[in-house]
């Protein structure tokens, strides 16, 4: 496991009440899963939204399971953005 950083942003950082928090995960999927057992209710919806980040790079369409994070990373939680 790695010690990684979750950064939520916009309607997550609301839901989570929490702008970051570290977590132990060694995938992007086992991260998620431990943000939803801390932050269950409005955060889990929210999640279903958004799109991933690992240290700045999107994770597009891969499975969070094959996302391999590693010591230090850093996951930045995106829900979809409006504005102008």
Request: with cysteine; charged share 25%; net charge negative.
């Amino acid at each position: 496991m790695a010690k990684v950083t979750v950064r939520y942003w916009a309607a997550a950082k609301a839901a989570a009440g929490i702008a970051e928090e570290p977590y132990d995960a060694a995938t992007l999927a086992e991260a998620l899963d431990a943000v939803r057992e801390r932050h269950p209710g409005e955060l889990t919806r929210v999640l279903q939204r958004c799109s991933f980040l690992i240290d700045g790079d999107p994770v597009g369409t891969r499975a969070h399971d094959a996302v391999r994070l590693t010591e230090g990373s850093m996951v930045e939680v995106l829900p979809p953005f409006a504005g102008g």
